[in-house]
């Protein structure tokens, strides 16, 4: 039997608690009928990597005080299990179980890419040999690669695209251009947004965001710092940006003006102003402002109301922030913003689709690692001065 390499954590917080193993892969004939095996030549990484073990040190960061009061402490650094890294991988089909060819159509030698949503089924994507259950409902999605890209590109992929996706199936419905499709949530309000707000727009997700938005034709204004400006207007082929690094005014003091220049506000008799934005930063600035506030129809994070890069964020955090809580309630009551703190879905669909949708070239990498190399890119992640994926490749 061979030894594979993979990367685990256990508890201490990022960066000590991070480590190098070896493994023994399960034989083939030990796969469950759903399981795949398969040979990973490269993984990427994202801040969910980083946030998760930070959390796997101190899992009350999630419980809202005063219940965090009760639970003991060094309650998580006891465990002595280790956890797997890293979600997104590309790589090539070595084992499949019974039932996989069936019910997936893959096969021993089919290069695929996907996802794992590691942090909660414990299966990451920083070894040599990952073994996945593709069975429904275990937070897997895996798709065959398109021949144009390679691992490196495909690797890259998954998690930011099934985000990027949800994101805009929660806004199409409050977008004039698909009015048609308005779900119950955006009934009744009478108006449509003319534009997208993405916040973060350089940030991968911000990024997929923006392309998605793009190929429907919807207009968009998005925010990144002065060094990303060209890359978010020429590359991503967002309307208009905001640097929020030169801007005179705050941001949602900028995002107002802005629409109101470019005609992106409805004018009162028509049902009255529509702000759509999909928030990929974190934070409150734009919600709590007085004059963009009260502007704001729908409101999507995959954040929520914290804004720094190490701590776990998105729906796992509503009980953490009341006020999150609070919106989102009174928005399924109709009053005020229609607000969303989301997480992406593992759709195999999606994955399809970015692969008939997505070219080569659209698919940003900041920089390319090697297998050993995984703490220095994660530290280059928390910095936060990347463009695009950190993509780790096994030689
Ligand atoms: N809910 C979900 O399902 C989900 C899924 C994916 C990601 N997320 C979360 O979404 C956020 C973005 O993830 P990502 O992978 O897109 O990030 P990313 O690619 O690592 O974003 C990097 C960019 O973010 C900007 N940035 C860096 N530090 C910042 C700071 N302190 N405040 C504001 N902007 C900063 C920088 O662009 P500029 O210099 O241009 O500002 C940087 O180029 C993370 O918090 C992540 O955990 C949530």
């Known amino acids: 039997m061979t030894t594979s390499k993979k990367w685990t954590y256990s508890s201490g917080g990022f960066p000590q608690c991070l480590h190098q193993t070896t493994y023994t892969a399960p034989a083939p004939a030990a796969l469950k009928p759903t399981e795949i095996q398969v040979r ?68 021993p030698g089919d290069e695929v890419f996907g996802f794992t949503m590691a942090p909660s089924n414990g299966h990451g994507t920083a070894g040599e040999v990952l073994t996945l259950d593709t069975a429904p409902g275990s937070n897997v999605a895996v798709a065959k690669k398109p021949k144009s890209w390679d691992h490196t ?22 977008m004039g251009q698909d009015k048609d499709k308005r779900g119950s949530a955006g009934e009744g309000t009478g108006n449509a947004a003319k534009w997208l707000v993405v916040l973060g727009g350089s940030s991968s997700t911000g990024a997929s965001t923006i392309q998605i938005a793009k190929a429907r034709g919807w207009k968009v204004l998005a925010t ?20 929020y690094t030169a801007a005179q005014d705050s941001v949602p003091a900028e995002v107002l003006r802005r629409l109101r220049s470019l005609g992106g506000l409805a004018a009162p008799e028509s049902g009255g102003d529509a702000v759509v934005i999909v928030d990929c930063v974190g934070g409150t600035e734009c919600l709590d402002h007085a004059e963009l506030g009260p502007k704001i129809l729908r409101y999507v994070t995959i954040v929520g109301d914290k804004t720094d890069r190490t701590s776990m964020g998105g729906p796992a955090i509503y009980w ?26 593992a759709r195999k669909d999606w994955l399809e689709e970015a692969g008939r949708t997505l070219s080569k070239d659209e698919i940003v990498i900041d920089s390319i690692f090697k297998f050993d190399e995984l703490p220095k890119a994660l530290e280059k992640m928390v910095g936060g001065q990347v463009r695009g994926k950190l993509v780790g490749t096994i030689a």
């Open 320 to 345: 953490k922030h009341p006020n999150m809580l609070r919106r989102w309630f009174w928005g399924k009551l109709g009053w005020g913003v229609h607000y969303d703190c989301v997480i992406l879905d």
């Open 153 to 174: 590109h495909a690797a890259a992929v998954p998690l930011v695209y099934l985000t990027a996706r949800v994101c805009i199936d929660s806004v199409q419905a409050y």
């Open 224 to 243: 990144c710092s002065g060094r990303n400006v060209d890359f978010v207007k020429q590359q991503l082929g967002a309307d208009d940006v905001i640097d």
């Open 40 to 107: 990973t030549h490269a993984f990427a990484i994202n801040p969910v990597d980083v946030q998760a073990m930070n959390l796997r040190h101190d899992t009350t960061a999630l419980i809202p005080w005063p219940l965090s009061a009760f639970v003991p402490a060094g309650l998580n650094s006891s465990s002595q299990s280790e956890s797997e890294a890293c979600c997104d991988f590309s790589g090539t089909i070595l084992h499949v179980g019974s039932a996989v060819s069936s019910s997936n159509a893959f096969e």
